[in-house]
């Protein structure tokens, strides 16, 4: 048991921290490159003064994206770990699983991992002004577990007051609202950052979906 | 000893393995996401702001 849970955890959160590594490469890291050059002053922009959209081309570094792409593979078989551990205890509880359901299963990571926090706190560029990290930390780790709690209780709940009570977990960390930053004024234009942002979510959603299909595929072939 | 005991143990171990995996890969999340070692920080940098994890 032991064996089949890591073993399928491993294959299937490489396989998709790999697809994560290549669109985070290709499609964020562009972004994130650029909000350094107006973090450093490279690049400068004022609000009520429009400039010219920058025509650069940026440098990939390429040890940096080895890095990032190691990184992702990490946290995706992090990810992978709960996401298997989660599908096997379903499946000791009666739940069948199957590699269609796997993308419901990544849907619903997705929610809690990143959907919900991004309600309070948006995917952030560099040389955006942040409240205090601790704090941001806090919320965010409340908010993902909060998620996960609510739609176990949504999804597997049997009458009204399982339904009732998952709904109203879900909503308590955006009641509480997230920490907000005191003043505003970061270095990055608007334009970039809600780009990054959306980018951010999408390739997020690709990746969890990606992570439960695999994770259901691997784990049904290891636990058959 | 029975079959429903067996099962019984069989399904006991199940969910210790179940929970030692949910356990490694929280510590995972835990030190890749969270952690705030300066070497840590300048690895996870681009990924950590690619999936809204707080940074800095």
């Not at chain 1, 390429?62 to 989660?86: D, E, H, K, S």
Request: a negative charge.
């Amino acid at each position: 048991m032991l064996k089949n849970l890591v073993y399928s955890a491993l294959f299937a959160g490489l396989a998709a921290g790999i697809i994560v590594a290549a669109l985070t490469i290709s499609m964020l890291v562009p972004l994130l490159l650029e909000a350094e050059l107006y973090e450093s002053g490279m690049l400068i922009h004022f609000g009520d003064v429009t400039v010219p959209t920058p025509d650069i081309e940026v440098e990939h570094d390429w040890a940096r994206n080895g890095l990032t792409a190691l990184y992702a593979c990490t946290i995706y078989i992090g990810f992978a770990f709960v996401m298997v551990a989660a599908m096997a205890f379903a499946q000791e509880k009666g739940v069948r699983i199957t590699t269609r359901s796997g993308i419901l299963w990544g849907l619903a990571g997705y929610a809690a991992f990143q959907l919900a926090p991004a309600m309070g706190i948006a995917p952030e560029l560099p040389g955006m002004i942040a409240a205090e990290i601790t704090q941001r930390q806090i919320w965010l780790v409340g908010t993902i577990i909060a998620t996960m709690v609510g739609i176990a209780a949504v999804v597997f709940g049997k009458n009204w007051t399982h339904w009732g009570v998952g709904l109203v977990i879900l909503a308590i960390p955006h009641i509480i609202g997230a920490p907000h930053p005191e003043v505003f004024g970061g270095t990055v234009p608007p334009e970039l950052a809600a780009e990054f942002a959306g980018r951010s979510l999408a390739v997020g959603a690709v990746g969890w979906i990606a992570l439960g299909v695999l994770s259901a595929y691997f784990w049904l072939q290891e636990s058959a | 000893m029975t079959t429903a005991t067996q099962t019984a143990i069989k399904s006991d171990t199940n969910l210790i393995s179940i929970a030692f995996v949910a356990f490694m890969g929280l510590s995972v999340l835990f030190i890749a996401g969270f952690a705030s070692s300066a070497t840590l920080h300048d690895t996870a940098h681009d990924m950590r702001h690619a999936i809204g994890f707080a940074c800095h």
